[in-house]
């Protein structure tokens, strides 16, 4: 009755430490706990009143354990593959303890299931039982954890060799274990076999699911790059539509005006309202920006930016409206340094263009920062010069041409530098102090 009691505490505990493997989310659940409470009193007790099912009885209630799994989870998989991996488990790892031991004893059979162990090899068997126990189940849960459920479960179902390998490989095991408890005397040498054969099927097992999951997770990678492909090249042909449709669009405008059509003006623009919408169906509307020139250079460089793949943040913290200056010459500024944005944007690893636009002390700033390529090719004390571009000779008038033009502006500053790899413009509009500074430049170290 003593080694029936200890076998059967013994064998719960083994009976539930591999639930480790399992995520958190299925242990927790109360159905999941009333059923280990559940499995593991009705196992205890019939020991006390039969005990002739501390042989069979375990088999049962891991049967009961099993059903219960699927109820609670409703996740046939789950169940399934706890049904192999404690297989496997508690298989093996007798075989690495009480196995062991009875062959280190010279015992050439041996009766289910401490054979003629003495109490303290028994004690000594199932410490080495659950310590070879828990170094499976954290190699399990290890596994598990490279490996997607998501994508086993998806190769359970298309492959009908996992199909096989999930049932077989516990039912082949199991019946092993259990021919040769039933064999009275049956000879130790084939329990050994048996140990090995187990061994290699589980190291064979996992193989081939480890292999055939990666092969799954590379074609699900390839069909998801293909999707991100095909959308950016649709993406970037509605992008460039949409950037002639536009230059039309303003062309037409154009003609309104100069006829002095308003009423027909207002018409044609709420048959072309959809071009304010983006591909990502966010409004392109800027409503802090009521000066009209100011908003439609912005969306002209927006939707250029986007149909050459790159990113571009805006951000009004102040309602922008009229300019004490002149608005030519402001829209020519910004309409230049958008310009070498984007161009030297474009040939940077990160495209990405962050635009700052807010008040302070009275004047508005127009802040651009954007990510380059290869810093050292930029000369920043060149880069005022006719002709100077980090591309080659005769390439850069740009910033030459925003130097003359704020230059004879007193109410215009600009501020352009380099931080790490980004380029940085600021923009200073002074509404107020028509007596401000002329043009400043700072040059990074």
């Known amino acids: 009755m003593k080694e029936n009691m200890i076998f059967s505490v013994m064998f719960i505990i083994y009976f539930l430490t591999p639930t480790i493997i399992l995520p958190l989310k299925y242990m927790i659940q109360m159905k999941t706990i009333i059923a280990l409470i559940s499995c593991f009193v009705i196992y205890t007790c019939s020991f006390f009143l039969y005990s002739d099912l501390s042989i069979f009885g375990g088999l049962i209630i891991y049967v009961a354990f099993i059903i219960s799994f699927y109820f609670s989870t409703k996740d046939m998989m789950v169940p399934l593959f706890y049904l192999l991996v404690v297989n496997i488990i508690l298989n093996i790892s007798w075989y690495f303890s009480f196995g062991i031991l009875l062959g280190m004893k010279g015992q050439n059979s041996m009766t289910f299931p401490f054979g003629t162990l003495s109490n303290v090899e028994i004690v000594t068997g199932y410490v080495l039982q659950f310590i070879f126990i828990v170094i499976q189940s954290a190699i399990m849960k290890n596994y598990l954890n490279y490996n997607s459920m998501d994508s086993l479960k998806g190769l359970f179902k298309n492959s009908l060799l996992v199909k096989i390998l999930m049932v077989g490989v516990p039912i ?12 009275p005397e049956i000879d130790y040498r084939y329990s050994m076999i048996t140990m090995l054969v187990m061994i290699f099927i589980v190291i064979y097992f996992l193989g081939t699911i480890s292999l055939k999951m ?4 590379q074609d699900e990678l390839l069909e998801v790059i293909s999707k991100q492909q095909e959308n950016l090249e649709s993406r970037n042909r509605y992008l460039n539509g949409l950037k002639h449709d536009f230059k039309n669009v303003l062309i037409s405008v154009n003609l309104f005006i100069q006829k002095d059509d308003y009423a027909g003006l207002t018409h044609y623009l709420k048959d072309v309202d959809i071009m304010m919408i983006d591909t990502d169906g966010e409004t392109m509307e800027l409503p802090e920006i009521k000066n009209l020139a100011i ?8 939707l250029h930016a986007k149909s050459e793949g790159i990113k571009i943040n805006i951000k009004v913290l102040e309602i922008i409206d009229g ?17 070498n944005a984007i161009e030297g944007t474009s040939e940077s690893e990160e495209k990405s263009i962050d635009i700052l636009i807010y008040r302070q002390q009275g004047s508005i700033v ?6 380059i390529g290869d810093v050292c090719e930029i000369d920043m004390k060149a880069l005022y010069h006719p002709g100077y571009s980090s591309k ?8 030459y041409n925003v130097a003359m033009i704020v230059r004879d502006e007193q109410q215009m500053t600009f501020h352009p530098k380099i931080e790490g790899n980004s380029f940085i413009a600021k923009f200073i509009v002074d509404e107020n102090n028509k007596e401000s500074k002329k043009y400043e430049k700072s040059i990074c170290d």
């Open 214 to 217: 990666k092969v799954r997770q």
């Open 323 to 339: 300019l004490s200056v002149n608005i030519t010459k402001c829209i020519r500024v910004l309409g230049i340094i958008l310009d």
């Open 295 to 302: 908003k439609g250079l912005l969306w002209a460089k927006m």
């Open 172 to 183: 082949c095991i199991e019946t092993a274990t259990v021919a040769i408890f039933l064999i």
């Open 366 to 371: 127009f802040l651009v920062l954007n990510t």
């Open 392 to 399: 080659g000779p005769n390439r850069g008038y740009g910033l």
